[in-house]
């Protein structure tokens, strides 16, 4: 990784959070302000694309967004972000998906899950890092508003949540709080669960995932790579323009 020492010792204290206790929240990477305006244009595709089913789920998930707006190709390659994954998964790290998540008061949960691609992998999952979560929180996250709720350490335990346990709190569960502009990072193998909106308020996250490119991604993103004008080369690694493509060996 090519960083200035400073940055360096972050992303080092970060990932070795990370590693101990599966998740680790980094306060204010943008200022409020920024926050609001990315919020402010979320808002703006929210209410153009809201459907009859998301307003009975009271749950609205805007995908495609990198092609939607510069604001939200700007946080998917931002240079702190993209340090970390470089560090933990390693530098040809590519973007798996990369959407907004709302939920409306009166949202209920998700039950206790891991992320892709872990649902699709035979046990015991690998120990090698296949993929990180990044939830970056467009609205001040609080118990009340439905703060994302992980269980430290469970990425090390090579499987998923047991049905038992899926939904039910767990009483060693933990819930992301922190103003606008902060962003947790989890390794993608961390049980974690939407919890509840009982404000009266919508609460909006943007949902990064990042994997090794040898990984299939959850979303097309090369496809949305077409769609982006004079893209950065860090924004063209991220979307895949660089990962490997299978091809048909000649017979030579
Ligand atoms: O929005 C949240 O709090 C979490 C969402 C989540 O876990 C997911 O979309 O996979
Ligand atoms: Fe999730």
Redesign the pocket.
């Known amino acids: 990784m090519d960083a200035s020492p400073d940055l360096q010792r972050e992303v080092d204290r970060i990932v070795a959070e990370m590693e101990e206790r599966s998740y680790c929240i980094i306060p204010s990477v943008i200022s409020p302000e920024k926050a609001d305006e990315a919020r402010t244009i979320l808002e703006r595709l929210l209410e153009a694309e809201a459907t009859e089913v998301s307003r009975a789920a009271k749950t609205q998930?805007v995908g495609g967004i990198a092609v939607k707006h510069p604001i939200f190709i700007e946080l998917m390659a931002h240079p702190l972000i993209v340090a970390i994954w470089k560090q933990y998964l390693d530098n040809d790290v590519i973007c798996s998906t990369w959407?907004a998540?709302t939920?409306y008061p009166g949202f209920g949960t998700?039950k206790w899950?891991p992320?892709f691609p872990y649902q699709w992998l035979n046990y015991p999952w690998p120990e090698s890092r296949i993929s990180g979560?990044t939830?970056w929180l467009l609205d001040d996250f609080s118990e009340e508003n439905?703060?994302?709720?992980i269980l430290p350490g469970s990425h090390r335990t090579g499987h998923r949540p047991p049905a038992d346990m899926i939904d039910k709190w767990h009483p060693d569960g933990e819930i992301?709080t922190g103003v606008r502009g902060s962003v947790m990072v989890y390794h993608g193998a961390t049980w974690?669960?939407?919890?509840p909106n009982n404000s009266d308020k919508p609460?909006s996250?943007l949902?990064g995932m990042y994997t090794r490119p040898c990984y299939i991604t959850q979303e097309d993103m090369l496809a949305q790579l077409r769609f982006i004008a004079n893209p950065s080369d860090i924004v063209r690694q991220l979307m895949g323009a660089k990962r490997f493509q299978p091809g048909i060996v000649s017979n030579r």
């Open positions: 998930r959407t998540n939920s998700y899950h992320d979560q939830i439905g703060g994302t709720g992301l974690h669960t939407a919890r609460r996250a949902l």
